[in-house]
T-cell receptor, first 114, second 113 residues
Framework: AQSVTQLDSHVSVSEGTPVLLRCNYSSSYSPSLFWYVQHPNKGLQLLLKYTSAATLVKGINGFEAEFKKSETSFHLTKPSAHMSDAAEYFCVVRPMNRDDKIIFGKGTRLHILP | SQTIHQWPATLVQPVGSPLSLECTVEGTSNPNLYWYRQAAGRGLQLLFYSVGIGQISSEVPQNLSASRPQDRQFILSSKKLLLSDSGFYLC????????????FGEGSRLTVL
């Protein structure tokens, strides 16, 4: 069975310091993986996606993620946090078997300290 | 370009009252449509999805229902709301089924009192 685990429910970083949001997945096949961002009382917006091309994926707003099959991870990073990055982030896995549903992680809330 | 509209943005309803949330998509044809609920402190829960007009799949048994009367219109309804129906409801669309790349509306905040 497929699953996705976001290892931290809350992450706090100071403005200007690096961001790391962790995501591990479990899938019988090579999945497609996504990161979404949700600002308060807003819908979700796609940050980036991995679909079996380059393992290092660059997204919007300076975020990137690296697919590591050996570690079954897809961690989201940003070199320097900005106050506007404060939001909730969701890791999503779409199994290659299209009969299986898209799976959302429980989310990580990112706090940016001034 | 494609856009998705969802309304109302905020709704406060008494227990036992009916509900209707609407979602429309513009700029695309035959989208796959989804209703998600996001309860406080929880992730997203898929409620319904539709691959075409009149085709609704329910993921979670509950007192909610969904309808797709037109290709780009998706409606979430209830005849009698429960306290547990409170939450943030999100409509989304995708080009194909289970693509993983979803486009979300702005959400509807429902408070049942």
């Amino acid at each position: 069975a497929q699953s996705v685990t976001q290892l931290d429910s809350h992450v706090s970083v100071s403005e200007g310091t690096p961001v790391l949001l962790r995501c591990n997945y479990s899938s019988s096949y090579s999945p497609s993986l996504f990161w979404y961002v949700q600002h308060p009382n807003k819908g979700l917006q796609l940050l980036l996606k991995y679909t079996s091309a380059a393992t290092l994926v660059k997204g919007i707003n300076g975020f990137e993620a690296e697919f590591k099959k050996s570690e079954t991870s897809f961690h989201l990073t940003k070199p320097s946090a900005h106050m506007s990055d404060a939001a909730e982030y969701f890791c999503v896995v779409r199994p290659m078997n299209r009969d299986d549903k898209i799976i959302f992680g429980k989310g990580t809330r990112l706090h940016i300290l001034p | 370009s494609q856009t998705i509209h969802q309304w109302p943005a905020t709704l406060v309803q008494p227990v036992g009252s009916p509900l209707s949330l609407e979602c429309t998509v513009e700029g695309t044809s035959n989208p796959n449509l989804y209703w998600y609920r996001q309860a406080a402190g929880r992730g997203l829960q898929l409620l319904f999805y539709s691959v075409g007009i009149g085709q609704i799949s329910s993921e979670v048994p509950q007192n909610l229902s969904a309808s797709r009367p037109q290709d780009r219109q998706f409606i979430l309804s209830s005849k009698k709301l429960l306290l547990s129906d409170s939450g943030f409801y999100l409509c989304a669309w995708s080009v194909g089924p289970n693509t993983g790349e979803l486009f979300f509306g702005e959400g509807s905040r429902l408070t049942v009192l």
